[in-house]
């Protein structure tokens, strides 16, 4: 079985200022890993995923996550936030052949001050 | 907009009471999940279909059922409602191939009173 924690439920931060949200999973197999968001009232949309390759990945919006298989993790990242990112964002993970079925996180809520 | 379609998008009942949450896929999607999302349990996966077939199970409770029909489109159907089961209800669709990227809709918000 899979899991994941997302290790801050909520990280405030000022316009501007870079940001990591983190992100570790368990799993006995290989696994895909994805970074999706939720702003308010909407459904989730997926920022960036990790199937292989490149261990640091670019996504949508400025945002990368780096997957590092020794520590089991894969932080997001965006070196200079904006008000309009203030959203709930999820990790998530997949086994391979798992017919996408995603295990999500607890999410975290990053709120971003001017 | 992800083309996922959920209806209804907010729904009041009372305990006991049976609802049915419709989604239609995006065009050309033969997958279907249905997701629950709720303040103390997060999101939780609770079933998909595939053209019309159960492909994966969840923690989905045995009050609580789905179907994908052959025009693709799902219903979710929940009965003998609990305050519990109060949360938000996601559908998602994905193509072909297990990349995992699912396209959300913007979900169905169920107040159990």
């Known amino acids: 079985a899979q899991s994941v924690t997302q290790l801050d439920s909520q990280v405030p931060v000022f316009e501007e200022a870079p940001v990591e949200l983190r992100c570790n999973y368990s799993?006995?197999?290989?696994?895909?890993l994805f970074w999706y968001v939720q702003y308010p009232n909407q459904g989730l949309q997926l920022l960036l995923k990790y199937l292989s390759g490149s261990t640091l990945v670019k996504g949508i919006n400025g945002f990368e996550a780096e997957f590092n298989k020794s520590q089991t993790s894969f932080h997001l990242r965006k070196p200079s936030v904006h008000i309009s990112d203030t959203a709930e964002y999820f990790c998530?993970?997949?086994?391979?052949?798992?017919?996408?079925?995603?295990?999500f996180g607890a999410g975290t809520r990053l709120a971003v001050h001017p | 907009d992800s083309g996922v379609t959920q209806t209804p998008k907010h729904l009041i009942t009372a305990t006991g009471q049976r609802v049915t949450l419709r989604c239609s896929p995006r065009?050309?999607?033969?997958?279907v999940y249905w997701y629950q999302q709720s303040l103390d349990q997060g999101l939780q996966f609770l079933i998909q279909y595939y053209n019309g077939e159960e492909r994966a199970k969840g923690n989905i409770l045995e009050r609580f059922s789905a179907q994908q029909f052959p025009d693709l489109h799902s219903e979710l159907n929940l009965s003998s409602l609990e305050l519990g089961d109060s949360a938000l209800y996601f559908c998602?669709?994905?193509?072909?191939?297990?990349?995992?990227?699912?396209?959300f809709g913007e979900g169905s918000r169920l107040t159990v009173l």
């Open positions: 998602a669709s994905s193509g072909e191939g297990y990349t995992g990227e699912l396209f």
């Open positions: 799993s006995s197999v290989s696994v895909y």
């Open positions: 998530a993970v997949t086994p391979l052949g798992g017919y996408n079925k995603l295990i």
């Open positions: 065009s050309g999607d033969l997958s």
